[in-house]
């Protein structure tokens, strides 16, 4: 009994990271190829990163690869982050908090925030006309992590969905 409420837990988590929107169907203007999604989840986190007050930030480290994530039956996600690590003494928190009110003007998305379950501010932004999203808030120490989740797309029948892209 007790291991299924920790599935049951872990499923919540797993929902709230990938956001909690159903993927909008296959259309010529959400329909775009793993490298163009890929491409366009990296620059948006790089654009997040980038609100960030220069004399704040230390480095920005994007990961090369990230993983892909199943939309449907049909279709997968790109998803991967960015980790900002800011200048010693500086408040992630208090950088996050300033930055949601920025996003939250952005027409291209809808943005959310909460308390993570380590108490850490979170804010996540779900793309209006794909199932892009973005999840920035405070990682270990003084950093900011910005995960994303790239528009939904096809991927041709010969590549396999598992492994690192």
Partial sequence: MRSWRIYAVVVLCMSVLVGCTSPP???PENTVTLDEAKAEAQAMELEIATLIPPESVLSVDQKPKGVLLSCDGDQHSWNGSTTVTLVPGTNPEVIVKDLEPRMANDDRFESTNW????????VQLVSTKTAANYIFGEGEGTTIVIDSGSPCFTLPEDVYPGGTF
């Fill in 25 to 27: 169907a296959p259309t």
């Fill in 115 to 122: 308390i993570g379950p380590t108490g850490k501010f979170r």
